[in-house]
């Protein structure tokens, strides 16, 4: 009886550790590239794609650490936005340095934060962001997931 749950176990826990191999499920890296209160784009909740050096170097120079070039070489970019907050006291930041590949789609893991109701903030207009950088993979969507399992933003290719 031992035995058989020993098996049992392994056999769950090698498949739980398999990589995306066929397409259906598996894990990448993510990682952080800068985050801030002022460098997100547009009025609402986006992700873009930044898939050129150009783009990175206009918009993002100053803000992003490294070689861009050897970034995009390696790695797919993207721009998580809250959008435009009238106070501070919003906050987006990466949750796990793994994200969830599951038929082509990508989940990104992050810790979205707001002001608590009533809370006492500063009046400014904020446009807090994230941006990522993710293995250069085939996947053909990219969703961006809070820590309470709600959808905030979609990327399709």
């Given at each position: 009886m031992r035995g058989n749950l020993a098996a049992f176990l392994c056999v769950v826990l090698t498949a739980c550790a398999v990589q995306e191999t066929d397409g259906h499920a598996g894990e990448l890296s993510v990682r952080v590239l800068t985050s801030g209160l002022q460098c997100g784009k547009g009025k609402g909740v986006t992700i873009v794609e930044l898939d050129s050096r150009e783009e990175l170097d206009a918009r993002y120079s100053t803000l992003l650490p490294g070689d861009l070039a050897s970034t995009l070489n390696s790695e797919r970019v993207f721009v998580i936005s809250m959008g435009l907050r009238p106070t501070a006291g919003y906050r987006l930041s990466l949750a796990h340095t793994r994200a969830r590949l599951d038929r082509g789609v990508v989940m990104i893991p992050v810790t979205w934060d707001e002001p608590a109701p009533g809370a006492?903030?500063?009046?400014?207009?904020?446009?807090?962001?994230?941006?990522?950088?993710?293995?250069?993979?085939?996947?053909?969507?990219?969703?961006?997931?809070?820590?309470?399992?709600?959808e905030r933003a979609a990327w399709n290719k």
């Open positions: 006492i903030t500063a009046q400014v207009i904020t446009q807090p962001c994230l941006i990522v950088a993710l293995e250069k993979r085939q996947y053909t969507g990219v969703r961006v997931v809070d820590q309470n399992g709600v």
